[in-house]
C-alpha cells in the first residue's frame, strides 16, 4: 500500500525545464495505491466536490460514537451495513452513486463494504480511503451530532466550545465553559475567534441558533492550522435541551 504523493517531489525535483510549477500534482489529489480491490479510491479535492455537489449518497462506515463524535457533512450512517441495508437505503437504485469512507488508510471497514456492494451489483460505488483523518487534517469541515457533543461536555476538559450566536443571546445562557465569538462579528473583522495555542489537535466545536450559522463559522477556519474543528449538526435549543437534560 503505498500513498501517492507526488506535488512536493514534483515540485522540487521532477518537473522538466519549462514545465510551469500550477501544473505539478496536488497533495489534495492524492489517493492510496492499492490493488485487486473492486471499488476505485477518490482524493480529498474529489471528496469535497462530492460534498459540495450533492451528487453521491455518503456513507460512513464507522461505529455510531465515531459518527456521532465527527462525520463529513451529509454523510449517513447504517448500523450493521450490508448490502442488503444499503439497497433499502437507495431505494433500491443500485445505479446510485455511492461514496464509503471510515477511519483513513489502515481502516478495512470501507474497503470490506465496497466489495461486498461491488459483489452484490453495486455499479457506482466508490471509497474515500484517506478517511477522516485526512479529511480533518486538509480543513474539510466537520459535524458533531448532539450525542457526541453530550459525551465531549461531560468528558473533554480540554475541548473549546464557541458559541457563534449573537452577545445577547449568549448572555441569556450558553453551553458549560462555552465562550463567545458572534459570526457576525467575526465575518465583519471585529472579532477573532480565540482559538487554543497549546494544542492544535484540541477539540474546537462551533455552534449557534442554526446549523448554517456554526457551519459558515467553520468554513472561515479550514485554513487554519488547528486540525480538530467541527461545528455541531444541530441549533442550539435542541443542543442546549440535550445537554441539560444529560446533567439531570
Known amino acids: ?70 462525520h463529513i457533512p451529509g454523510a449517513h450512517h447504517l448500523a450493521g451495513a450490508t448490502p442488503d441495508a444499503v439497497d433499502k437505503l437507495v431505494g433500491g437504485d443500485k445505479q446510485k452513486s455511492i461514496v464509503l469512507y471510515c477511519n483513513g488508510p489502515y481502516c ?31 480543513g474539510g469541515p466537520t459535524a458533531i451530532e448532539i450525542d457526541g457533543v453530550k459525551r465531549i461536555v461531560g468528558a473533554d476538559r480540554t475541548a473549546v466550545l464557541i458559541d457563534v450566536r449573537p452577545t445577547e443571546e449568549f448572555a441569556k445562557g450558553t453551553l458549560p465553559g462555552a465562550q463567545n465569538t458572534p459570526l457576525v462579528d467575526a465575518k465583519a473583522g471585529k472579532a477573532k475567534f480565540v482559538l487554543p495555542e497549546d494544542d492544535f489537535n484540541r477539540r474546537v466545536i462551533l455552534f449557534g441558533a442554526s446549523v448554517d450559522a456554526a457551519r459558515d463559522a467553520a ?27 444529560s446533567d439531570r
Open 1 to 70: 500500500m503505498r500513498i501517492q504523493v507526488y506535488a512536493a517531489l514534483n515540485a522540487l525535483f521532477l518537473l522538466a525545464p519549462g514545465v510551469a510549477l500550477s501544473q505539478a500534482p496536488n497533495v489534495l489529489d492524492a489517493t492510496l495505491s492499492e490493488p485487486n480491490l473492486k471499488t476505485p479510491d477518490i482524493s480529498t479535492r474529489d471528496m469535497r466536490a462530492v460534498v459540495s455537489d450533492g451528487s453521491s449518497f455518503i456513507l460512513d462506515s464507522r461505529s455510531k460514537p465515531e459518527f456521532d463524535a465527527g
Open 219 to 245: 468554513e472561515m477556519l479550514k485554513e487554519r492550522p488547528w486540525h480538530n474543528v467541527m461545528y455541531v449538526n444541530a441549533d442550539y435549543s435542541e443542543i442546549a435541551k440535550a445537554v441539560s437534560q
Open 108 to 138: 478495512q471497514a470501507s474497503r470490506k463494504l465496497g466489495d461486498e456492494l461491488a459483489t452484490a451489483a453495486f455499479t457506482k460505488v466508490r471509497r474515500y480511503q484517506l478517511g477522516m483523518p485526512v479529511w480533518r487534517a486538509f
